[in-house]
């Protein structure tokens, strides 16, 4: 990772001497060479767990969403490019991924009036309006503004969020995916859907938004720290127009997709 995270090795290297090394890291093992021998093998190290998920703005108001959310699901797989482009032209059928997955999130069963955002995936991973069950500031909105019906909408004033109660599905800690639909309006740095809170030291995955407008995607391996990203070439994303976003992690690197292109 491109991140905080060492680990001494112990193999001592030869002063004003030129020495071939190479690095593996993935979530099942972390291997290096030197001069062409296999030197060092530890296990790998996966995504930390996270805790409470959450669509829309974070908690600690840090990465608030302005604009509209659709559509947006999570698997406990890396997506290939091929199927990435079906879900993102809607000619997915059924793509064995769909067995993957462990939240989807379509926006169509409710409507205005309801506080629940329905999981119509296999774990039932429902998410509430706000930090609590009651009407309040933090509650998204709805809009029938969406891909194919209605679509959450969020103001930055008070961090409208979904939050998704933890669960083992959502903890992935090995290859993942996350997809979303997005219409953003601002230029700050915005969360869009992920397990990401920099106040509770609880930092797993998350689909994101920066200041120029560009789509990103980050992991965290501690909870504490961001240990590597991914950002689209293109900026001006935050142009209030319906995008496809995928952030892919295969379990040694990082892909983005956008509107069906890596």
Same mark, same amino acid.
């Given at each position: 990772?491109?991140?905080?995270?060492?680990?001494?090795?112990? @193999? =001592?290297?030869?002063?004003?001497?030129?020495?071939?090394?190479?690095?593996?890291? %993935?979530? !099942?093992? @972390?291997? $290096?060479?030197?001069?062409?021998?296999?030197?060092?093998?530890?296990?790998?190290?996966?995504?930390?767990?996270?805790?409470? +998920?959450? @669509?829309?703005?974070?908690?600690?108001?840090?990465?608030?969403?302005?604009?509209?959310?659709?559509?947006?699901?999570?698997?406990?797989?890396?997506?290939?490019? %091929?199927?990435?482009?079906?879900?993102?032209?809607?000619?997915? +059928?059924?793509?064995?991924?769909?067995?993957? $997955?462990? +939240?989807?999130?379509? &926006?169509?069963?409710?409507?205005?009036? %309801?506080?629940?955002?329905?999981?119509?995936?296999?774990?039932?991973?429902?998410?509430?309006?706000? =930090?609590? !069950?009651?009407?309040?500031?933090?509650?998204?909105?709805?809009?029938?503004?969406?891909?194919?019906?209605?679509?959450? +909408?969020?103001?930055?004033?008070?961090?409208?969020?979904?939050?998704?109660?933890?669960?083992?599905?959502?903890?992935?800690?090995?290859? @993942?995916?996350?997809?979303?639909?997005?219409?953003?309006?601002?230029?700050?740095?915005?969360?869009?859907?992920?397990?990401? !809170?920099?106040?509770?030291?609880?930092? !797993?995955? *998350?689909?994101?938004?920066?200041?120029?407008?560009?789509?990103?995607? &980050?992991?965290?391996?501690?909870?504490?720290?961001?240990?590597?990203?991914?950002? %689209?070439? *293109?900026?001006?994303?935050?142009?209030?127009?319906?995008?496809?976003?995928?952030?892919?992690?295969?379990?040694?690197?990082?892909?983005?997709?956008?509107?069906?292109?890596?």
């Amino acid at each position: 990772f491109a991140g905080d995270r060492a680990i001494d090795t112990g @193999i =001592p290297f030869t002063m004003n001497k030129w020495e071939h090394i190479v690095v593996y890291w %993935s979530t !099942s093992e @972390i291997k $290096m060479w030197k001069d062409g021998v296999e030197v060092f093998t530890t296990a790998g190290e996966g995504i930390d767990s996270g805790g409470v +998920a959450y @669509i829309g703005s974070d908690p600690d108001k840090a990465w608030q969403f302005i604009g509209r959310i659709d559509e947006v699901k999570v698997w406990n797989t890396s997506l290939s490019d %091929s199927e990435i482009s079906d879900y993102y032209n809607d000619t997915w +059928a059924h793509h064995q991924s769909y067995d993957y $997955m462990v +939240a989807e999130y379509l &926006c169509d069963e409710e409507g205005p009036g %309801s506080q629940v955002l329905t999981d119509t995936g296999w774990y039932a991973n429902d998410g509430q309006f706000g =930090p609590t !069950s009651g009407s309040e500031l933090a509650d998204p909105g709805w809009t029938a503004s969406g891909m194919g019906g209605y679509a959450l +909408a969020c103001t930055a004033a008070q961090s409208d969020r979904v939050e998704v109660p933890d669960h083992l599905s959502l903890d992935v800690t090995g290859p @993942i995916t996350v997809e979303a639909w997005v219409a953003y309006v601002t230029n700050a740095d915005a969360g869009i859907a992920g397990k990401w !809170s920099a106040g509770t030291g609880q930092r !797993s995955y *998350l689909l994101y938004l920066d200041g120029t407008g560009s789509l990103g995607f &980050c992991v965290s391996d501690d909870g504490g720290s961001t240990d590597a990203y991914v950002l %689209s070439p *293109l900026t001006g994303y935050n142009d209030n127009t319906w995008h496809h976003v995928v952030g892919v992690y295969d379990g040694a690197a990082l892909k983005l997709y956008v509107d069906g292109q890596d």
